[in-house]
């Protein structure tokens, strides 16, 4: 049983740094991928950045250049460093796994192919 539990999100002005933590356990050793989603009121969730168990990362065009995703080497944490915050970046921000399939290439944006939610942590940007 994969469990996901988000950390670190909360209120910054814009132009500031955050950097959300994500304690994965029960994560299958190889073919999975991780994802960070985000949902702001009145809005479909969205992809924000995906990593795939072999490394290779992809992102939203509006956070490229800007959020980097990342995963310890034990596997046991996936990180998302958001620098240069906008006010349009305010959501909940929610870890996700795909642990069914095995992709080619990278993760899916798709939400339907992630079978394991965090609950969901704020994240605010003030102008």
């Known amino acids: 049983q994969v469990q996901l539990v988000e950390s670190g999100g909360g209120s910054v002005q814009a132009g500031g740094s955050l950097r959300l933590s994500c304690a994965a356990s029960?994560?299958?050793?190889?073919?999975?991928?991780l994802g960070w989603f985000r949902q702001a009121p009145g809005k479909e969730r969205e992809a924000v950045a995906r990593?795939?168990?072999?490394?290779?990362?992809s992102y939203a065009d509006s956070a490229a250049g800007r959020f980097t995703i990342s995963q310890d080497n034990a596997k046991k944490n996936l990180y998302l460093q958001m620098n240069s915050l906008k006010p349009e970046d305010t959501a909940v921000y929610y870890c996700?796994?795909?642990?069914?399939?095995?992709?080619?290439?990278?993760?899916?944006?798709?939400?339907?192919?992630?079978?394991?939610w965090g609950q969901g942590i704020q994240v605010t940007v003030s102008s």
């Open positions: 029960g994560l299958p050793y190889s073919r999975y991928c």
């Open positions: 996700a796994a795909d642990t069914v399939n095995n992709w080619i290439g990278v993760c899916p944006v798709v939400t339907d192919y992630y079978d394991y």
């Open positions: 990593l795939k168990s072999d490394g290779i990362t």
